[in-house]
């Protein structure tokens, strides 16, 4: 595929930013993923819920690119980049943040955080980031190695919204945190979303994605099987329930 993808051109104001549709996807010959589909817009946070394997953290990597084989329809801002590479999605403006997180522990804070490339306009200063992270301001020159793991998972947030991308997909940012750093990776959450953000977020802990979410997508064996608004949960806490075991 030539660099200079043809694409098609941007949806109509007051389309989804990212509309999935009959996503599947394959490792290998497993196939994980089942006709995903999903929408949303632009300034949403919307979390991906799930018990451990129903396909969530492999819909942010179909996402991106990122199986082995994937089919069916991933427009974002009416671009269709089913058939585009990983580095040809990230240019379109979506970023990644893996579970792993990613940090190179050779290098300091703000080496890490210059590290990837500015795709757009709009992005965060490193000033403006490190505003919104004081704690990796006091630890600017540290080493990767020498980070605590929320310190770490801020790191690898802070460094995707230098680079001008729209859309951020975080998968399980609160994972293996302790509760006063979940507490402070929400509120960032709230505060990138009120910069203008949007956010697909892959969570486990149910009761740190209602703090943060606009709507809840609900996946079981690789399909979306429900979507519950956040001003509806208490409505629909037994079907949830039943879906996740909270």
Known sequence: MAESMALDRPA?????M???QGLEAWYGESHILHGVGLEIRQGEVVTLLGRNGAGKTTTLRAIMGLTGRRA????FEGREL??????????QGIAYCPEE???FASLDV??????????APGGLSLDEIYTLFPNLKE????QGTKLSGGEQQMLAIARILRTGARLLLLDEPSEGLAPVIVQQIGAMIREIKQRGFTVLLVEQNFRFAQTVADRHYVMEHGQVVDMVENGELAAS???LHEYLGV
């Not at 089913?82 to 240019?91: E, H, K, L, V």
């Not at 703000?110 to 795709?119: D, F, S, W």
């Open 139 to 142: 630890r600017a020159r540290s």
């Open 82 to 91: 089913i058939a585009a590479r990983p580095d040809q999605i990230a240019r």
């Open 237 to 239: 806490m037994d079907r």
């Open 110 to 119: 703000t080496e890490n955080l210059m590290l990837p490339p500015v795709i």
């Open 18 to 20: 990212l509309a999935v």
């Open 101 to 103: 997180r990613g940090i």
């Open 72 to 75: 069916g329809s991933v427009r």
């Open 12 to 16: 109509a104001t007051g389309a989804p």
